[in-house]
């Protein structure tokens, strides 16, 4: 069977709707842990995302199990490179990190990826990946020796998003990175919403419901919230 290629985010940007993203690592939460987890979800939860920058092989498909087990939130992947892809999630964040220029993860990841998803019954979403100084040095930065693009460098920003678009890529998703300390300004967000036609994902530093309200008066579709529902500092 050939991958599915439909995007149900730009269903809900067409009908104006704000989606809302929890994103669980599988370095760091067990299977087991998740009915507890779940119980925690804010009420606005319409997502659920799995992934990061360094988890280790075999662990995210165990959890993806689990999650379908204990909850009928769509699970996408949102993996860190080729080994975290599992056909037992419901979507695929197929991420180019055009905020750098590692080809690694421009397009070496994408074709080790082919064999697993060649006959996938994934929906694979090809997403713009730009990583906007939070404030810290993340995970992301040294894992794919890339740096982060300016706050202020609206400029670039924008075009860079606008690329992505004219070059196919069905979503743009900037993020400050995991546990940032600066969130990616609301600006930037109208900014780029202001001259692209598909969905804008927004992460990174997102740790009370009033900031997220800004980020969707911005522009975003969807924005995903992780260290701080980790950490249980996430203010609804």
């Known amino acids: 069977m050939?991958?599915?290629?439909?995007?149900?985010?730009?269903?809900?940007?067409?009908?104006?709707?704000?989606?809302?993203?929890?994103?669980?690592?599988?370095d760091k939460t067990q299977p087991k842990q998740l009915p507890q987890h779940l119980k925690k979800l804010p009420n606005q939860t319409t997502h659920i995302f799995v992934g990061g920058s360094t988890v280790q092989k075999d662990q995210t498909e165990p959890l993806v199990k689990a999650l379908k087990q204990h909850t009928t939130l769509p699970v996408f992947l949102f993996p860190g490179d080729a080994s975290q892809i599992t056909n037992t999630a419901d979507a695929l964040l197929f991420l180019s990190l055009l905020s750098g220029r590692n080809p690694e993860f421009l397009i070496e990841q994408h074709v080790k990826a082919i064999p697993k998803l060649i006959s996938t019954n994934l929906e694979i979403i090809p997403t713009a990946y730009l990583l906007i100084d939070g404030g810290i040095k993340t995970a992301v930065q040294r894992v794919s020796n890339t740096k982060p693009m300016a706050q202020n460098n609206i400029d670039a920003i924008v075009n860079t998003a606008l690329a992505a678009e004219f070059s196919g890529k069905k979503l743009i998703y900037l993020e400050a990175g995991s546990g940032a300390k600066q969130f990616v300004n609301p600006?930037?967000?109208?900014?780029?919403?202001?001259?692209?036609?598909?969905?804008?994902?927004?992460?990174?530093?997102?740790?009370?419901?009033?900031?997220?309200?800004?980020?969707?008066?911005?522009?975003?579709?969807?924005?995903?919230?992780?260290?701080?529902?980790?950490?249980?500092?996430?203010?609804?």
């Open 2 to 26: 050939k991958p599915q290629r439909s995007n149900t985010l730009y269903k809900a940007f067409l009908e104006g709707q704000e989606l809302f993203a929890i994103l669980i690592d599988p």
């Open 187 to 236: 600006e930037i967000v109208r900014a780029v919403s202001r001259v692209v036609s598909i969905p804008i994902i927004v992460g990174g530093g997102l740790r009370d419901n009033n900031t997220i309200a800004e980020i969707y008066k911005a522009g975003a579709t969807m924005v995903v919230v992780g260290t701080a529902f980790e950490n249980n500092s996430f203010k609804s």
